[in-house]
């Protein structure tokens, strides 16, 4: 019962006419950013920090907070429109939801990521009230050998985004990894593969990879008569049937608890929980055989994932102090800024900030939802724009987008080249999926590999004597192993049965 009267008390502070204003500029600051390719979450919360230091800490935080969840809808815009991810969670969504802008089904796709995003976004607000003390803790048990079960789990999803071939996968998914050891070695500190240029000490910017391989690629395609120019949808494609939304509902629940449990873990991206989420649907769809083509739980499962990721991610921000993501890292920047210490003791000391920021949470995603569903006539109009000028301005966005990851041109350069390289294996075939998801998780791999065996000094034995690591291990192999399973049941099938 304080909880529940503590979060009302919250409620009636988030809903005054100041903090409705700020949180309604935060979700539509936040979806702006979103759109434009390059700019992401972290850059910004990190911009519009000085614009709230002269506010007062509720409504500041409540901004920036929105900001933060309000970019994770806004990158969905251009990854269905365009083909160019807003930002690197929202890459995967490029694969199925331009697809379906292609179809003339874009605003059926814009509706179904708002409808996800706000159930995994309110489904995560609400695991911040009831168990956020419990699940932090839980989160702060998972060590480096947990970690590298964990990506091996994720790096076995690789067979489910093979498509049609799988040594095709495999090259795809061994460049991802080639693109991802460049820069400082994680644990040595010594560089590699930067052929003597301080530019590639940091890595090659991931953003600029995943708007050169989509975007850019997607321009070339069409320039070069691969593709064709998406369809305009009617007022009939605008709204999702009842058929996509019956659909669409496992999709949700499935990418609400791997965003939800994703986001508790310290060092976890909203790109992780949606590339997870769409190898879910791979695996556990009945309409699996649809993905990349078009299907509505291609949309629906990611972009769920990406927003209960973005709230799950607060929970060990509030309870422990600990900043999950370095968006969250920024935005823990921000409660010190206003003289608020995240963790135990926020809640009391500053108890009534801490509600009204949560119950903010809860207010923002409805005030997404309702933005952003009735808009999306508007967005989709974009495709009404003539096609010569509408590919000038997505090379704008381009070029700007990767500009303004470092402010540099090399960066520009990068992109093109990633654009070049995407032609290539779009005329090949070559699926795009496994190199976004091992630039993704290649490095998150290799640090916890590293980390567990420092900790064991060089034994391979720590990750057979740690219960959970060997259960995310065998499950990593299980599914490595399915596509095994699935030649030898036809074979089983196909046998005589008086033999």
């Known amino acids: 019962m304080d909880v529940v009267n503590e979060l009302l008390g919250g409620f009636a502070a988030a809903l005054s006419p100041q903090n409705l204003l700020f949180a309604f500029i935060g979700c539509l600051v936040g979806t702006l950013i979103g759109v434009l390719p390059g700019i992401g979450p972290v850059a910004g919360v990190a911009l519009l920090i000085p614009l709230t230091l002269n506010l007062e800490p509720t409504s500041a935080i409540i901004m920036l907070a929105a900001i933060f969840y309000g970019t994770a809808y ?65 989160g702060l048990k998972i060590g480096p050998p947990e970690f590298f079960g964990l990506m091996v789990v994720g790096i076995s999803l690789l067979v489910a985004l093979a498509g049609k071939s799988m040594v ?77 939304l019956r659909r669409s509902a496992p999709a949700i629940l499935r990418g609400t608890g791997v ?29 699996r055989d649809e993905l990349g083509s078009g299907a509505v739980e291609g949309v629906a499962g990611p972009e769920t994932a990406n927003n209960a990721h973005a709230n799950g991610a607060l929970i060990p921000l509030f309870t422990l102090g600990i900043p999950a993501s370095p968006t969250i890292a920024v935005l823990m920047g921000a409660f010190l800024q206003q003289g608020l210490t995240p963790g135990p003791t926020l809640f009391t000391e500053h108890s009534e900030v801490a509600w009204a920021i949560i119950a903010s949470l809860f207010i923002g995603n409805v005030i997404l ?5 009735p808009l999306v006539r508007l967005w989709t109009a974009i495709l009404r724009i003539p096609e010569k000028v509408l590919t ?37 075939d070559i699926p795009l999926a496994p190199l976004v998801l091992t630039v993704v998780l290649g490095p998150l791999m290799e ?31 299980l599914i490595a192993a399915s596509p095994l399973l699935r030649l030898r049941k036809p074979a089983a099938l196909n046998e005589d049965p008086e033999t």
Do not use: W
């Not at 381009?398 to 654009?419: K, P, R």
């Open 168 to 244: 095709r996968a495999l090259i795809s998914g061994v460049l991802g990894l080639l693109i991802a050891m460049v820069g400082i070695d994680p644990v040595a500190g010594a560089p590699r593969f930067t052929f003597g240029s301080d530019r590639l000490l940091d890595g090659v910017s991931f953003v600029a990879v995943i708007v050169g391989l989509f975007g850019l690629s997607e321009i070339l395609m069409t320039a070069t008569g691969g593709r064709n120019h998406p369809l305009t949808p009617g007022m009939r494609g605008l709204l999702p049937t009842r058929t996509d």
């Open 369 to 373: 939802l309702v933005l952003n569903v």
């Open 259 to 287: 965003g939800f449990v994703l986001g508790l873990i310290p060092g976890m991206t909203g790109s992780v929980s949606s590339l997870l989420s769409y190898g879910a649907e791979r695996k556990f769809s009945r309409y």
């Open 74 to 138: 806004g990158g969905t815009i251009t990854s269905v429109l365009l083909n160019t991810p807003g930002e690197a969670a929202s890459a995967i969504t490029t694969i199925d939801g331009y697809a379906m802008t292609k179809k003339g089904r874009a605003g059926v796709a814009l509706t179904i990521a708002a409808i996800g995003s706000f159930v995994g976004g309110v489904v995560a607000t609400i695991g911040l009230v009831i168990a956020a003390r419990p699940l932090g803790s839980l």
């Open 392 to 428: 000038a301005l997505i090379l704008l966005f381009l070029v700007i987008g990767s500009y303004t990851i470092n402010y540099s041109v090399f960066d520009v350069f990068v992109m093109i080249l990633f654009g070049v390289v995407g032609l290539a294996m779009r005329r090949l």
């Open 447 to 477: 640090r916890s590999l590293r980390e567990s065996l420092d900790i064991s000094q060089g034994s391979f034995t720590i990750f057979l004597t740690r219960p959970l690591t060997v259960v995310l291990l065998v499950i990593g192999v």
